[in-house]
């Protein structure tokens, strides 16, 4: 039986080879030759596949690559099948240069026109002009992984690559093609996926046909952008929007923009800032674009159909002016400064303190919601409602309002957690929602009314979690007998020490202060300090 062994391990080995797939077959060279920088046979090249099809062309060796003058003149164009009918690049699908290529010379891969992926080795480091330009079918190329290329032409490396829509490697930022120090873009994939390029903060110019035959909607000019190479839009075919936030006018080679059948510049919106706007409408490369002053919070408007607003940014304070009624506004029409936040880096956009100008008779539903840093609110005597959730997360300290109000809204203020005190004037038609002082801090309640049929009706949820039997009620000498019959507001803490005494905002701190009563006026003392009621020292 062991004389067979010998034998039946052979035929095992023979039947292995027999089945063997096609795909381990060896790989077979078709072509191959030199490409060293001035006749150098340090670089070779060859073309090699499985099946004569889906070839790779491979840069291997030492050294830099030849400077071609055009895509017929490298030596791999003139490479054949062996019968003379094919011309192998027909066949090539993919390029990979290895490592120890330091160099790719001009036009080394232009006009590939059956390459979808190109590969470049660690060692690379210089890329000179149009190497890879009018491709028509690559998709995608290699940069090394782990070093930059220092050295990349500015004359249009991906010149006619349509369908070119991945970069990768370590000189890529957002989809871009840069320089080492991110300060150059070189280019940007015509077919990026999204359709959106957001040029890096760090970039300064703009190379030549950066933006060659582009497909993008939307392209970001970042602020410190100051040159723009020659032909940097040729040949757009969608562009929609441009936001250029460069705060100095750039400079540029001739021309930026030349238009590709189906684009013109009417088509597209310049997103500018106030600032450049006159420049943009003055500089002919920039005519016939549509120009939008947007780039800037508009610290001045209108959010009432006679109601102005005007921010000052050094100090916060919201100013509104007018009369009549605010506008109503939803998700789909949010209130002007709604939209500050999106400038919070740039600008100081926190709304500190709201002034609202007499005449003006409403606060519409969230008007100021999320304004976290809004502290103080000066209502006129016209008010006549506020919305719900009008103050709705703010940081409202101390409210005092007028006794022309007839309505606060569900949930007004709530979650105003530092809301200390609450002045009603005497209103006589008072409504209350739920939860308008929910979840709030409120210690003080300064109460006007002097006839139990004013006093509004209130719910437990309006004032929330706050603890009534903390809560003092001030009140008017005498009224004791008419907060005891009411709901809630016989729970507090009644104290009647309103006479006389001005009601009005308190503007200090109250949580680190002391209330007393001096000859029926409430006085506050902060330290060596004495405040009367409305927060106005008294000497």
């Known amino acids: 039986m062991k004389k067979f062994l010998p034998f039946i391990k052979s035929l095992a080995v023979m039947a292995m080879i027999i089945l063997m797939p096609v795909s381990m077959t060896a790989q077979v060279t078709y072509a191959s030759g030199t490409c060293g920088k001035d006749g150098s046979s340090n670089v070779k090249w060859k073309i090699s596949g499985t099946g004569g099809t889906n070839l790779t062309l491979t840069i291997y060796g030492q050294g830099e690559m030849e400077d071609y003058n055009g895509y017929p003149s490298q030596p791999w164009q003139k490479a054949y099948t062996s019968d003379y009918t094919v011309r192998l690049m027909t066949r090539v699908t993919s390029v990979v240069v290895e490592e120890g290529i330091t160099t790719i010379g001009s036009y080394s891969f232009a006009g590939q026109d059956y390459v979808t992926k190109i590969t470049l080795g660690e060692d690379v480091r210089e890329i000179h002009n149009n190497a890879m330009c009018s491709n028509d079918i690559l998709e995608?190329?290699?940069f090394p992984a782990n070093n930059y290329v220092t050295e990349i032409s500015d004359l249009g490396i991906f010149h006619n690559c349509h369908k070119l829509s991945q970069l990768y490697g370590k000189n890529i930022i957002d989809g871009g093609l840069y320089s080492a120090d991110g300060k150059i873009l070189y280019a940007f994939p015509p077919a990026y996926p999204?359709?959106?390029a957001r040029i890096a903060e760090s970039c300064e110019e703009l190379c030549i046909n950066s933006f060659n035959n582009s497909q993008l909607n939307t392209i970001y000019l970042p602020k410190f952008l100051w040159n723009m190479g020659y032909d940097a839009f040729s040949y757009y075919t969608g562009l929609t929007d441009i936001y250029a936030d460069m705060e100095i006018m750039p400079t540029y080679q001739l021309r930026i923009f030349s238009p590709q059948d189906g684009w013109s510049k009417s088509q597209t919106t310049v997103h500018v800032h106030h600032s450049t706007y006159e420049a943009f409408?003055?500089?002919?490369?920039?005519?016939?674009?549509?120009?939008?002053?947007?780039?800037?919070?508009?610290?001045?408007?209108?959010?009432?159909?006679?109601?102005n607003y005007s921010f000052e940014p050094s100090n916060g304070t919201l100013t509104l002016t007018g009369t009549g009624d605010m506008w109503t506004f939803t998700s789909s029409k949010p209130a002007p400064w709604t939209g500050w936040s999106k400038w919070a880096d740039k600008y100081d956009v926190d709304i500190k303190e709201l002034i609202i100008g007499e005449g003006i008779t409403s606060v519409s539903n969230s008007a100021f919601l999320f304004n976290y840093h809004l502290s103080k609110v000066s209502f006129p005597s016209t008010l006549l409602s506020i919305g719900g959730g009008a103050f709705e997360w703010c940081d409202i300290q101390s409210v005092t309002l007028p006794a022309s109000l007839q309505m606060i809204g569900a949930s007004a203020f709530y979650r105003n957690e530092n809301l200390y005190s609450v002045a009603f004037g005497e209103s006589t038609d008072l409504l209350i929602y739920e939860d308008a002082f929910n979840m709030t801090s409120i210690h003080d309640i300064y109460a006007p009314w002097t006839d139990r049929g004013y006093i509004p009706a209130v719910a437990e949820a309006t004032f929330g979690d706050i603890v009534a039997n903390q809560t003092k009620l001030h009140?008017?000498?005498?009224?004791?007998?008419?907060?005891?019959?009411?709901?809630?507001?016989?729970?507090?803490?009644?104290?009647?020490?309103?006479?006389?005494?001005?009601?009005?905002?308190?503007?200090?701190?109250?949580?680190?202060?002391?209330?007393?009563?001096?000859?029926?006026?409430?006085?506050?003392?902060?330290?060596?300090?004495?405040?009367?009621?409305?927060?106005?020292?008294?000497?």
Request: net charge negative; proline share 2%; hydrophobic share 40%.
């Open 140 to 142: 995608t190329v290699y």
């Open 194 to 196: 999204g359709g959106v």
């Open 281 to 307: 409408l003055a500089d002919p490369e920039w005519e016939g674009f549509k120009i939008v002053a947007d780039l800037d919070p508009d610290f001045e408007g209108q959010c009432g159909d006679n109601i």
């Open 475 to 539: 009140i008017k000498s005498g009224t004791r007998d008419i907060y005891l019959s009411r709901n809630v507001w016989k729970d507090m803490i009644i104290v009647e020490d309103l006479d006389g005494t001005v009601i009005g905002e308190v503007r200090i701190d109250q949580k680190n202060a002391t209330k007393i009563i001096r000859n029926g006026q409430v006085i506050i003392i902060r330290g060596e300090e004495e405040f009367n009621v409305i927060g106005k020292e008294i000497k």
